[in-house]
């Protein structure tokens, strides 16, 4: 049960921090758009070229909006991840002093004590990521 829930966890968190930059780039990407489309509308000016000064600050702060969005949600996840991550490596200790010396037992112990490790240098790697992925997008537009 226990081998099928940190399974469980690793994977989620692992697709979870995959999939994060590939939602935050089309995001990003077409919020300026979206938001000179709704400024057009506003302002009833139904052509291409925008002139007001608002719409061009609504399209900025757009930017800035969908930016914080996705790195407000990755540290969150990321603060959920790190908990869960401290969590098991008390665990794997308390697995470790409870073993008795059983070689099964210790080598289980330690293998969680790892994966929890592991599992906190992706969480701090996927946070680079999407920084780095933010500010190409920003760069860009």
């Known amino acids: 049960m226990f081998t099928k829930l940190k399974t469980f966890i690793y994977t989620l968190t692992a697709s979870i921090m995959l999939l994060a930059p590939t939602v935050a780039v089309p995001l990003a990407a077409h919020a300026a758009d979206i938001e000179n489309g709704v400024c057009q509308g506003s302002?009833?000016?139904?052509?291409?070229?925008?002139?007001?000064?608002?719409?061009?600050?609504?399209?900025?702060?757009?930017?800035?909006?969908?930016?914080?969005?996705?790195?407000?949600?990755?540290?969150i996840f990321s603060v959920i991840v790190g908990i869960i991550a401290v969590i098991m490596i008390i665990v794997?200790?308390?697995?470790?002093?409870?073993?008795?010396?059983?070689?099964?037992?210790?080598?289980?112990?330690k293998n969680t004590i790892l994966?929890?490790?592991?599992?906190?240098?992706?969480?701090?790697?996927?946070?680079?990521?999407v920084k780095y992925v933010l500010k190409r997008v920003v760069e860009s537009a």
């Open 92 to 109: 794997g200790g308390f697995r470790y002093i409870t073993s008795g010396g059983n070689d099964q037992n210790v080598a289980s112990a």
């Open 43 to 75: 302002n009833l000016q139904f052509s291409s070229n925008i002139t007001g000064n608002a719409c061009n600050s609504i399209a900025g702060n757009s930017e800035n909006k969908v930016n914080s969005l996705v790195t407000t949600i990755i540290n």
């Open 115 to 129: 994966y929890a490790i592991i599992g906190l240098v992706i969480v701090a790697l996927a946070q680079l990521v």
